[in-house]
């Protein structure tokens, strides 16, 4: 593979054009970001094994199909061993559903890995569409593997995965198709975020408003990022009782809101701000930090002895926790380092030292009736919903900038992680 790379998968991309040369902006190697194309084309190759042999796939057909999708995402998995091994599980499993099949005499090809080159260097258009959809998918993979995890899993989505392979590997289609099929994406999308929504909520019930603290409490800590809720529960059961406290971190947050982990005393509030600040906000950390699955940067020489991860996220010469979901490792760390000698009083990047999470649809939809009232009786102007991952560049602080103008009888929903540019904030109460 040559030392070259092309990808525009997210919004840090070079230029707002494409990472190309050696690395990319994430700090991607181009021989990971190779490595990684070659697998999607092994994915693609399965796809197109699986069809016409539907009734062959099985249970780790699927899981390889997650797993392979999911450690493509941005900042998830920068190791190529296991981005190797993953590779060699597609092709293993597309061995078991057409037998010696790269051993034919004379082969057709039909089932051959896809060069994503193909797609890289395609009418620009049409490149769009099916990046779209392939980036699309890479995300739904990822909602899909925490509801599997949790074991709630849904055939139409899985099959829907091998669909969708199979078009990205035909050259030649014009914008339409592929437009309606970006569209699908969109739809299985509320489709798999609807079933991680029960996963979450029947295993660990429906969330309630809950006020977090920014202050970590002097002693052992740990902290634990991403959206896995099941590592969370695991690392809080084998730590109660050591005299070590759990913080949260990035888009972990909203984990405090859950009845079924809120009940730990341990778990005592978040650490740090979004994703983007995580190399200056982690130098010299005296505990360790937990990755389950996605938004890790390439670590820093001032904290990289105590980055964990685990799941699918990987990072070379990082300790990983297996399925076996030891987490002594961690635990002797956070004992290690000590945690601090005093409370640390943290704030958010606009100096408040609290956040909110928990309005969930359950909580929301439980008030509608006072919600409505409150609208009628003029108490409620206006609801703004501020929606995206807001990007790490200074100047992007728009979302800042329209909260604060909010006046106060108005209502700010939030999603993703531009929250953290404003959710320190107190925009008071209405009601
Ligand atoms: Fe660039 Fe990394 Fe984003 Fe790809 S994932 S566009 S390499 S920053």
């Known amino acids: 593979m040559t030392n070259q790379m092309f990808c525009f998968q997210c919004e840090q991309t070079a230029g707002c054009t494409a990472c190309t040369g050696m690395a990319g902006v994430c700090g991607k190697k181009a021989y990971t970001a190779n490595l990684q194309d070659k697998l999607t084309g092994a994915l ?13 796939v099985t249970e780790s057909t699927d899981r390889v199909v997650l797993e392979g999708l999911f450690s493509t995402v941005t900042n998830v998995n920068f190791n190529d061993e296991i981005l190797e091994e993953l590779i060699r599980r597609v092709r293993e499993e597309k061995e078991k559903l057409i037998p010696r099949c790269g051993e034919c005499a004379s082969p057709c090809g039909r089932n051959d890995d896809y060069d994503m080159q193909d797609i890289w260097t395609e009418d620009e258009d049409i490149r769009s569409l099916k990046s779209l959809v392939l980036f699309g998918i890479r995300g739904v993979a990822a909602y899909a593997y925490h509801a599997a995890v949790l074991g709630f899993k849904d055939d139409e989505i899985n099959r829907f995965f091998y669909k969708t392979l199979l078009m990205l590997g035909v050259d030649g289609y014009e914008k339409d198709p592929l437009l309606s099929l970006a569209m699908e994406v969109g739809e299985i999308n509320l489709k798999c975020m609807e079933l991680l929504d029960r996963a979450n909520t029947e295993t660990y019930g429906n969330p309630v408003p809950t006020t977090v603290s920014l202050k970590v409490e002097k002693g052992p800590f740990i902290v634990i990022t991403g959206h ?27 984990a405090h809101a859950y009845p079924e982990l809120k009940k730990y005393s341990h778990l005592k509030g978040n650490f740090g701000t979004a994703w983007q600040n995580q190399q200056k906000e982690f130098a010299g950390i005296s505990a360790p930090i937990l990755f389950t699955t996605n938004c890790l940067m390439p670590p820093k020489e001032s904290y990289a002895d ?7 996220v990987s990072y070379p ?7 076996e979901k030891d987490f002594t490792p961690i635990i002797e760390k956070a004992l290690e380092l000590g945690g601090y000698e005093i409370d640390m009083q943290f704030t958010g990047i606009n100096g408040g030292t609290e956040m909110m999470t928990g309005f969930g649809h359950h ?10 009232d409150a609208v009628k009786a003029g108490q409620i102007r206006h609801f703004f919903l501020v929606a995206g991952c807001d990007g790490a560049r200074p100047g992007r602080n728009y979302y800042t900038e329209l909260v604060k103008q909010t006046p106060d009888d108005t209502v700010v929903l939030t999603l993703a992680c531009g929250k953290y540019r404003f959710n320190d904030l107190n925009l008071g109460t209405i009601g």
């Open 363 to 372: 909580a929301v939809l439980s008030v509608a009736d006072k919600v409505i």
């Open 228 to 254: 896995d809720l099941l590592d969370l529960k695991l690392l809080l059961e084998q730590t109660e009782g050591k005299g070590i406290n759990i913080y949260t971190h990035g888009e972990m947050l909203p």
């Open 317 to 323: 010469e990082m300790i990983h926790i297996g399925e």
């Open 306 to 312: 105590r980055v964990f991860t685990t799941e699918v």
């Open 44 to 56: 693609i190759g399965l796809a197109r094994a699986v069809e016409g042999n539907e009734e062959k």
